[in-house]
């Protein structure tokens, strides 16, 4: 155990504990070779908290004023974007940022450009972000399955 550890009030230590923020406050010890399986285990992590039903409705109510799965509006169409390359449907105008990313959408890559977009690929011209990572989880299941219903 760690000063910092020694020093946590007992309760504090048992909230952290229940409340699983033992990581987010770094009060463990890193495994070696964990970062190279992060990826994998955070994609299958995040669709495993995910439920598509739910984020149906947090779509529609979050990404639908500029996003549709069929139609290019404000943002470009969604259905079939998970596995796809970003910046990649000939006919939208997307930000040079975005078409050199790089980046193919999964799980990982859509929890990461939904929790910061900017952060994630600097100078893209997202403008909005999805701070809970339960909602975040659930709009990510429901685009696999629509994606997955081409």
Do not use: N
Request: aromatic fraction near 8%.
């Amino acid at each position: 155990m760690t000063p910092r550890q020694r020093a946590l009030h007992p309760v504090i230590w048992t909230l952290l504990l229940a409340a699983g923020l033992m990581s987010a406050f770094s009060l463990t010890p890193k495994q070696a070779g964990a970062d190279e399986a992060a990826p994998q285990a955070s994609s299958a992590g995040i669709l495993a908290r995910g439920d598509a039903l739910r984020g149906q409705t947090a779509y529609e109510s979050r990404c639908g004023g500029c996003h549709s799965l069929d139609a290019d509006r404000i943002g470009p169409r969604h259905r079939g974007v998970y596995g796809r390359k970003a910046g990649s449907i000939a006919d939208f105008d997307y930000s040079e940022a975005l078409k050199a990313s790089g980046v193919v959408w999964d799980a990982a890559s859509l929890d990461r450009w939904l929790s910061g977009p900017e952060a994630f690929i600097p100078g893209q011209r997202m403008g909005f972000s999805v701070s809970d990572a339960g909602v975040r989880a659930d709009i990510i299941a429901y685009l696999k399955q629509e994606s997955e219903r081409r």
